[in-house]
Nanobody
Framework: QVQLVESGGGLVQAGGSLRLSCAASGRTFSSYAMGWFRQAPGKEREFVAT?????????YYADSVKGRFTISRDNAKNTVYLQMNSLKPEDTAVYYC????????????????WGQGTQVTVSS
């Protein structure tokens, strides 16, 4: 079992930055690929970014956030981060942390564990 707890969401103006954190329980954190998904009101949950398990050598991003968002992990702290820069109003959503036993996690169907979500609101 893995429990995920997100933090770091909030209200920010367009062009600003936020860093989301996701703290995981358990001693097997490094064996999971980690990802971030988001869900805006009335829309389906969508992939944002993922990082491979163990050393996190591989990362992959949705086209909509490429070049603005950076995912990273610290296995010693059992934590994954999402640094979000140059935020836009269309980034407004609830952001969810996800863990998967797959090499990377880019689909909701591949997720084994979800966090409870953290709200990000970007004002224009």
């Amino acid at each position: 079992q893995v429990q995920l707890v997100e933090s770091g969401g909030g209200l920010v103006q367009a062009g600003g930055s936020l860093r989301l954190s996701c703290a995981a329980s358990g001693r097997t954190f490094s064996s999971y690929a980690m990802g971030w998904f988001r869900q805006a009101p009335g829309k389906e949950r969508e992939f944002v970014a993922t990082i491979s398990r163990s050393g996190g050598v591989s990362t992959y991003y949705a086209d909509s956030v490429k070049g603005r968002f950076t995912i990273s992990r610290d296995n010693a702290k059992n934590t994954v981060y999402l640094q979000m820069n140059s935020l836009k109003p269309e980034d407004t959503a609830v952001y969810y942390c996800a863990a998967s036993g797959r090499p990377l996690v880019t689909s909701t169907r591949a997720v084994d564990y979800w966090g409870q979500g953290t709200q990000v609101t970007v004002s224009s």
